[in-house]
DNA sequence: AGATACTTGACTATTTTAGTCAGGTTTATA
DNA sequence: TATAAACCTGACTAAAATAGTCAAGTATCT
């Protein structure tokens, strides 16, 4: 199991731009030129981002992004959900009836992978944006 | 992120392995046709796990494989690492210097990254094949 | 007017996954 | 000892997912 450079990107862009997220928007350019993230790449992870309403946009001339909601009240799962980076352990599907490989019961671990999922969604839905500027901040000390 | 089907199979197939260990060998034609997995692929998994001496082979008519030791002492970890399913969080190298996307420095999400490969591997290092028989088992009375 | 920066949608190369396929070798047992 | 069951190995491949690129806009500040 990896995680994607999408998940991976939306969490870095939003960590930079939590950073600078003083007064100004701040530009898709700089997080780009920053964080070495292409930038048509951020464009696509950005607008998903603005319809969760996690940012807002500022259009023209000394335009950008700002956070829609405190670094506080940004956890990871909202910011993985918006850019559709989802943990999948099951292979059935959530509402069928069948299991794995057509079965009309749950296979012998579908119970495990759902308690992985669990297990890391939890660590998801903990985490804040704030907790990890935070993290970064103490480190530079 | 997801989980692969190599490793759900090989743990499925473990399970089922394990529950009918009793004196014969198991053959994989029976594990293909009770959990529905192609026993050419089983092939390829079971080599894995021979390999990793997580099973025995035993060749010849009647053959099949058994356990190599006892479920109890079979944790989802060394399954994982036999069939090569790996968790990769970070996108880095390991033993490069350099972090995300060339940067001399680790990248702003480094530790993050580090700390959920972490809080996954440490419910597979818990997770032991006897366990999840039991499991199993408890949910058919 | 011109530059900056967001907006959208289509397109594509690469990689990974999830197998298949073909051709073995070994060994129990009838 | 013939035969069939079952392991063993490596190469091959179709399909899906990923990680972007590219093109053609629109809005707004100066
Ligand atoms: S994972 Fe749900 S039935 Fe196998
Ligand atoms: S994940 Fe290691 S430097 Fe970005």
Redesign the pocket.
């Known amino acids: 199991m990896?995680l994607?450079?999408?998940g991976r990107y939306a969490v870095m862009a939003l960590v930079d731009l939590a950073r600078f997220n003083n007064i100004n928007?701040v530009?898709?350019?700089d997080i780009s030129l920053r964080q070495g993230i292409?930038l048509?790449?951020l464009?696509?992870i950005?607008?998903k981002l603005?319809k969760k309403e996690i940012v807002q946009?500022?259009?023209?001339?000394?335009?950008?992004?700002v956070l829609n909601k405190k670094a506080k009240e940004i956890k990871l799962t909202n910011i993985f959900d918006a850019v559709d980076e989802k943990v999948k352990t099951v292979q059935c599907k959530k509402d069928s009836k069948k299991g794995c490989n057509g079965k009309t019961t749950k296979c012998v671990t579908h119970n495990l992978w759902d308690e992985l999922e669990n297990h890391i969604n939890n660590f998801f839905k903990e985490k804040s944006l704030e907790d990890l500027v935070k993290d970064n901040q103490e480190r530079r000390i």
Chains 1, 2 share one sequence.
């Not at 946009?57 to 992004?65: E, H, K, P």
């Open positions: 990896k994607t450079s999408k928007p530009s898709l350019r292409s048509d790449y464009e696509q950005f607008s603005r946009s500022v259009r023209g001339t000394q335009g950008g992004y």
